[in-house]
Every structure is written in C-alpha cells, then in structure tokens.
C-alpha cells in the first residue's frame, strides 16, 4: 500500500497566476500520475512522471501550462500556470506501489476567480 | 478514441444487489479495475480482472468479459455508506510508461433506507 500526502487541499487563485500542488509519498515508487476531475465526472489523465526524465503527457495537455518536476521516487509536483476560470477543477496525484493497485491522494481543490 | 461506458446513475435500496456496467472500447487492454469514490474522497481500489471470470471480494464481486469488452461490479448487501461514485479503469499498457489507467464515465449510486 501508499500512503499519499497531496498539498494543498484546496486553493482560491486570480486569473493568471500559477499554483504548485506538491504529492509526497511514504515509498519509493517509479511512477506517479497526475489526474483532473471535475465535479461530478470522471477522472482524466494530464501525465505520467517518471523519475530522472520528463514527463510524458496526454492528449490535450502541455508541459507549458501543466510542468511536472519529478526530483525522486517519493515527489512530485504538478504547476498549474496561467490559470483561467476553466482549470476550476479537482488535481489528484496517484502512484502504483503495489501492482495492478493505484493509490490516490485526497485531491486538490482548485478554484480560479 | 477511447472509451469506457457506465450508467450513470443506479439506485437501490439497503440489503439489495446491484451490477454496474461497463462497456470499453480501448487501443489496449491489459485488465479491467474498480475504484470508488465518496464524495470529496480520493478515489480507492475496489477490484482488478485480467482474466476473463469472476472475481469475489467480500461483499463486492466483479466479473470481465474480454471477447465483450464488458464487464461488471457487483454489489451484494447493500448499505447505506455503499453510496458513491464507481469508476471502471482499463489498464492499457504491460508496464513502465504506459502502465496507466483510462477511467469509465462513473456511475453514481444512491442508496436508500
């Protein structure tokens, strides 16, 4: 198992500005993956960080307004930068610390005015 | 495109069974998992299947279909803190970069005294 400490829990944020949700696991782990949910719907994949390299990301979404810093096994951050009222939404970080098995942190609640 | 199907709301009442669906259409498929989420919650692992058959976890069972790109949860014994969001997830990668997850549309269940 994993346990998974996702900071900060919630944030209010002007347009234009850029916040740093930081992911802190209690093993080392080689993947970690960063999620957006919106209320009520699913979750969707931004990227995958991989330690000691970039990280690789999905469809719809750049590095230049979603950078991910990977530093070690046990971090990572997500920037959300130059936000617009459209990136109102929940952040979440996840690992894979046993196999077949994902383990999610409580989520950023992120509200941009 | 990918995609992973659910109702998207189920209700039912205390001590009852339920099945969730979910039909997927992904490039990959490499097991079928089960996560559910209470609202404000971080997303928790409820089931995996790579094989096709039935897989029984206490109360909750799930079932895949790989021929069918189907499968299901079921929950047995209904109670009330059952209430949650479900998430099917297809595995779309054997491992290292591509051992992520696509999340299902998610399937909302209310249940009632």
């Known amino acids: 198992s994993a346990v998974i400490s996702q900071k900060p829990s919630r944030d209010i944020c002007q347009r234009g500005t850029s916040l740093t949700i930081q992911c802190q696991v209690d093993s080392q782990v080689t993947m970690m993956f960063w999620y957006r949910q919106q209320p009520g719907q699913s979750l969707t994949l931004i990227a995958t960080?991989?330690?000691?390299?970039?990280?690789?990301?999905e469809s719809g979404f750049v590095i230049d307004k979603f950078p991910i810093s990977r530093p070690n096994l046990t971090f990572s951050t997500l920037t959300v930068s130059n936000m617009s009222p459209e990136d109102s939404s929940i952040y979440l970080c996840?690992?894979?610390?046993?196999?077949?098995?994902?383990?999610f942190g409580a989520g950023t609640r992120l509200s941009v005015l | 495109g990918q995609s992973l199907e659910q109702p998207s709301e189920v209700t039912a009442v205390e001590g009852a069974i339920v099945q969730i669906n979910c039909t997927y259409q992904?490039?990959?498929?490499?097991?079928l998992s089960w996560y559910q989420q209470h609202d404000g919650g971080a997303p928790t692992f409820l089931s995996y299947?790579?094989?096709?058959g039935l897989e029984e976890t206490g109360r909750f069972s799930s079932f895949l279909s790989r021929s069918d790109s189907y499968g299901y949860l079921l929950l047995q014994e209904l109670q009330m803190k059952d209430s949650a969001s479900y998430f099917c997830?297809?595995?779309?990668?054997?491992?290292?970069?591509?051992?992520?997850?696509?999340f299902g549309t998610g399937t909302l269940l209310a249940v009632q005294p």
């Open positions: 299947n790579a094989l096709d």
């Open positions: 996840s690992v894979e610390a046993t196999q077949n098995i994902q383990y």
């Open positions: 960080a991989n330690q000691g390299s970039e990280a690789t990301y």
């Open positions: 997830a297809v595995r779309d990668g054997r491992g290292g970069a591509t051992n992520k997850l696509i």
């Open positions: 992904t490039s990959g498929f490499y097991g």
